[in-house]
């Protein structure tokens, strides 16, 4: 039984989350207060007697409040940052409620099985094979991660050395291979496996940041040994997906050779029957990562690790102890780094649920468009260039002529103004800006809002 303190406590909170995300829409994405103000209002000594648990979120609240980012809000359009589904939200809060351990099945036979149909969903939208192995990890960065330790194993042991066992030195070199464009987080998880991000070989790009098969085929020709190839599915600025079909057929034929496919955003197009052909291939991947705190909205923090051999994943993921049992059901933390964790998987089942495959398609093909509607709007301002061919979520803008601190100037002033949030980024040796669209409840409307508030913007700086 919940005691009537608790029902209150978190009648309390779910007051203040609904305020917070009625509010969501309209609040302002103006450049947010000092971390000094912030330290001011949450800091002080810790007391020696505890405070009244109401009195703590009330003011835990108030004290947040100032330094909230509307990131979830309709008109983020930095990084690639998306609000939540409302039922993902309920199904998270459970998550808490609940607080079961998803590590092990008999910690939670309940988490292990929803990870099981939830997994089987999401390949099926996917248009992946039944059998890989899922992983519910807590972001892209940690799905590049396990996926490049399910590769490390594999072509490890495919050549005679067991990794786990015996670490790296002495062992049969691995060749790594990724695009020019690959994502900062998948250099991140070569340099945490020990594989080293300088001794990796940067493929060249074409002009909107795709790996070139050629240059690939080339690149494989000249690697004797096992070779681990990071393709990309959504650059992160351009959107852009590497050609998976053809990067594929060049590691068939190279052999020894290991597929990964990061598609943290991109991946989700192969959800959709208008978008999937831009991931044509993608089944043929070893692994896979996408995220779903990105484009399928639910909460942070959720990243998904997909791996075609499981026993590649579990033997790289393997922790052992007499007091670890493991059951006849899935034991989740055979397909993670973590063994402790939370089910996280509850809001994403919710979400597939709630959406049916229809409804994914459509908050992915519905963001397409209305990159599409920004693309032609900014286009069509004096002096915006837009630089991306439009495939997926992501559109990429320059102003004409303008330096970098100009570029910055504009990117200011949009923030400061704050009906939309954009970022600032390289592209080709010059400054660009990034506009990201991934969220359920962005509007056509908030595209034209936004896109006349970027047009002062460079008004304004540009005269
Ligand atoms: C966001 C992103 C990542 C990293 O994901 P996190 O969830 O932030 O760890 C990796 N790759 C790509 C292409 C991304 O867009």
């Known amino acids: 039984m919940t005691s009537p303190a608790t029902a209150d406590l978190l009648a309390q909170a779910a ?197 070139r098969p050629d240059e690939l085929r080339r690149t494989l020709q000249q690697a004797p040994g096992p070779v681990l190839v990071c393709a990309q599915a959504g650059e992160v600025n351009t959107g852009a997906v590497d050609p998976l079909r053809q990067i594929a057929g060049a590691v068939a034929e190279h052999g020894r050779a290991w597929l990964h496919v990061d598609g943290a955003f991109g991946l ?58 493991q059951s006849a059901g899935r034991d989740p933390f055979l397909f993670t780094p973590e063994v402790s964790r939370r089910a996280r998987v509850l809001p994403v089942y919710a979400a597939l649920r709630c959406l049916g495959r229809r409804g994914v398609a459509e908050l992915v093909e519905r963001c397409c468009e209305l990159a599409q509607l920004a693309a032609v709007e900014l286009a069509g301002c004096d002096r915006i260039r837009v630089l991306n061919e439009v495939v997926l979520n992501q559109v990429l803008f320059c102003i004409e002529g303008a330096d970098e601190s100009v570029t910055a100037a504009v990117i200011e002033k949009v923030q400061q103004d704050g009906t939309c949030w954009l970022g600032g980024t390289q592209w080709r040796g010059g400054p660009a800006i990034r506009f990201s669209v991934s969220t359920w409840s962005t509007t056509r409307d908030d595209i034209c809002r936004s896109v006349a508030a970027i047009t002062s913007a460079v008004e304004q700086v540009c005269g």
Request: net charge negative; proline share 4%; glycine share 10%.
């Open 15 to 211: 007051e203040y989350a609904a305020a917070w995300l009625a509010a969501l829409p309209e609040r302002s994405l103006g450049m947010p207060v000092a971390a000094e103000a912030l330290r001011s209002r949450l800091g002080g000594a810790l007391g020696d007697s505890g405070e009244d648990a109401s009195k703590v979120i009330s003011e835990l609240v108030t004290a947040l409040e100032p330094g909230l980012v509307a990131t979830a809000g309709p008109r983020y359009f930095g990084f690639v940052a998306s609000g939540s589904l409302p039922v993902a939200i309920a199904a998270d809060w459970l998550v808490s409620a609940f607080d079961q351990n998803a590590s092990m099945y008999v910690m939670s036979p309940a988490a292990a099985v929803a990870e099981e149909v939830t997994a089987e969903w999401l390949l099926d939208i996917l248009g992946l094979a039944r059998g890989c192995a899922v992983g519910f990890v807590t972001g892209g960065q940690m799905a590049n991660f396990s996926c490049l330790a399910a590769a490390r194993h594999s072509l490890l042991a495919a050549a005679g050395w067991d990794v786990e066992a015996d670490g790296l030195r002495g062992a049969p070199a691995v060749t790594v291979v990724a695009g020019e464009h690959a994502h900062a987080t998948v250099l991140q998880a070569i340099r945490l496996l020990g594989l080293g991000s300088a001794n990796t070989i940067r493929v060249a790009a074409d002009d909107h940041g795709r790996i």
């Open 268 to 325: 989700w197009a192969s959800a959709s029957p208008r978008l999937r052909c831009l991931t044509d291939g993608a089944d043929l991947a070893d692994s896979l990562t996408a995220d779903a705190h990105k484009w399928l909205n639910v909460p942070y923090d959720c990243g998904i690790a997909i791996v075609r051999d499981p026993a590649a994943l579990s033997a790289a993921m393997r922790v052992t102890a007499p007091y670890l049992h």
